[in-house]
């Protein structure tokens, strides 16, 4: 947004310049081994503090649900809250540029390492911690349901529906989505007071 | 392998990512099944195994997964005759499957920050708040648990029971808990 006045009060933490914001997330991509959302998390609302831990969780509510590649999406929103449709460029020419030049270096040498034992072992071993990075990403931001509109007992029981449909029965992604999601949101509605705290 | 692309097998290229990139929600990887049966299958412009890699370099290096379209484009041109139509293929990939969901969440996202007090754009951010946290630690227990239930996939789980503690408790670098990974992994200890 170019008029950012209400929404950020003046002594709040923000990225100084459209290379600031390319930059920032050019550092953020290019440690997201596994996955880049843990690093944005740690970076952006721990060290950074660009964003609180209530409002990265709806950023990224939004990022997720909208079509496209989530972290993309995500840089997409921050950059274009701060610079308009130029900052929405640079975060996500930021997530993008370097990564793909790594990605294309790594196919050329991919087929002299791809059997190598030790090298697949390397990147098992990153899978296993990517898979804690994530996990923790989401325990990390759970406490943002103690402020929930529903109250901690609803909230945390639709979490575990959800995580119950993916994680265990397996359920494709949209459906839960859209069900508990949908759930989730109507809920939502009906305890929310109708003018804005 | 080799083939040959006309102008107009370039444009249905492109013209097949355009249409996928609204259809990818959760991530480009949800589209993998129908680009595999496009590209592979139907079209014969990729062998399996290029499709295979281009995923899984995608997931080896750092960045966003949706690198992997990138990469089978590339391939495409690769197999078409060179690395002018690499670029290509990879730009015209890339670019098909990103730019109506970045539109899309341009708009979007513009039009809740503008609307951002109405109580159903209140709604919407804070109702989905549970569920994607919920995803968070769903997709965390997937990746961890990718090669089944089998017992004697315990270090694994071990790792990465470990790593969620670290992360969720103190403020060690990222970095070095995935270099400790590799290094268990290169050394064939997990």
């Given at each position: 947004m170019?008029?950012?006045?209400e929404?950020?009060?003046q ?6 310049s459209?290379?600031d914001l390319f ?12 996955g ?8 952006l609302?721990?060290?950074k503090?660009?964003l609180?831990r ?9 990022a997720?649900?909208l ?7 995500l ?26 030049l790594v990605?294309l270096?790594?196919?050329l ?5 791809a059997g190598?034992?030790q090298?697949?072992g ?8 990517a898979a804690?990075?994530?996990?923790a990403?989401?325990?990390?931001l759970?406490?943002?349901?103690r402020?929930?509109?529903?109250g901690?007992p ?6 575990l529906?959800?995580?119950a ?17 949908g759930?989730a ?8 007071p109708?003018?804005?705290a | 392998?080799?083939?040959?692309m006309?102008?107009?097998?370039w444009l ?6 355009l249409a996928?990139s ?7 990887v949800?589209?993998a099944?129908?680009m ?15 499709f295979?890699a281009?995923i ?16 089978m484009?590339w391939?495409?041109g690769?197999?078409?005759?060179g690395l ?7 730009a015209?990939c890339?670019g098909g ?10 708009f ?9 007090n109405r109580r159903?754009v ?8 549970p569920?994607?946290?919920a995803?968070l ?13 089998r017992?004697?996939?315990?270090p694994?789980?071990?790792?990465t ?11 060690v670098h990222?970095?070095?808990?995935l270099a400790a990974?590799?290094?268990?992994g ?5």
């Amino acid at each position: 947004m170019m008029s950012p006045p209400e929404a950020l009060p003046q002594k709040r933490p923000q990225p100084q310049s459209l290379t600031d914001l390319f930059l920032s997330f050019t550092i953020l991509a290019l440690q997201g081994f596994g996955g880049v959302l843990a690093v944005v998390q740690r970076d952006l609302v721990e060290k950074k503090r660009w964003l609180t831990r209530e409002e990265f969780v709806e950023d990224w509510a939004v990022a997720q649900t909208l079509p496209g590649p989530n972290v993309v999406n995500l840089s997409l929103m921050i950059g274009s809250r701060y610079f308009g449709w130029r900052g929405a460029l640079a975060g996500v020419a930021g997530m993008l540029v370097c990564p793909l030049l790594v990605v294309l270096c790594l196919a050329l040498v991919y087929t002299r390492f791809a059997g190598d034992p030790q090298v697949a072992g390397a990147l098992r071993g990153m899978g296993a911690v990517a898979a804690g990075l994530i996990t923790a990403t989401g325990l990390k931001l759970a406490p943002a349901l103690r402020r929930h509109p529903l109250g901690v007992p609803l909230s945390v029981a639709l979490a575990l529906a959800c995580f119950a449909g993916i994680a265990l029965a397996r359920l494709p992604l949209v459906y839960v989505l859209f069900a508990v999601g949908g759930l989730a949101c109507v809920l939502t509605y009906r305890a929310l007071p109708e003018a804005a705290a | 392998m080799s083939i040959a692309m006309d102008f107009g097998d370039w444009l249905s290229l492109f013209a097949h990512y355009l249409a996928l990139s609204l259809l990818t929600v959760g991530g480009a990887v949800s589209a993998a099944p129908d680009m595999h049966r496009y590209l592979v299958d139907e079209r014969g412009w990729l062998t399996d195994a290029q499709f295979s890699a281009s995923i899984a370099i995608a997931q080896s290096a750092p960045g966003p997964n949706v690198l992997f379209v990138a990469l089978m484009g590339w391939h495409v041109g690769l197999n078409a005759g060179g690395l002018g139509p690499a670029v290509l293929g990879m730009a015209l990939c890339l670019g098909g499957i990103m730019l109506p969901s970045t539109a899309l969440a341009y708009f979007a996202t513009r039009w809740g920050h503008e609307n951002r007090n109405r109580r159903d754009v209140r709604a919407f951010k804070q109702g989905m708040t549970p569920v994607v946290i919920a995803l968070l630690v769903a997709t965390g227990w997937i990746l961890a648990t990718g090669n089944g239930y089998r017992l004697d996939n315990w270090p694994l789980w071990l790792v990465t029971a470990a790593a969620t503690a670290i992360v969720w408790r103190t403020k060690v670098h990222l970095l070095w808990l995935l270099a400790a990974g590799a290094l268990l992994g290169w050394f064939g200890l997990v």
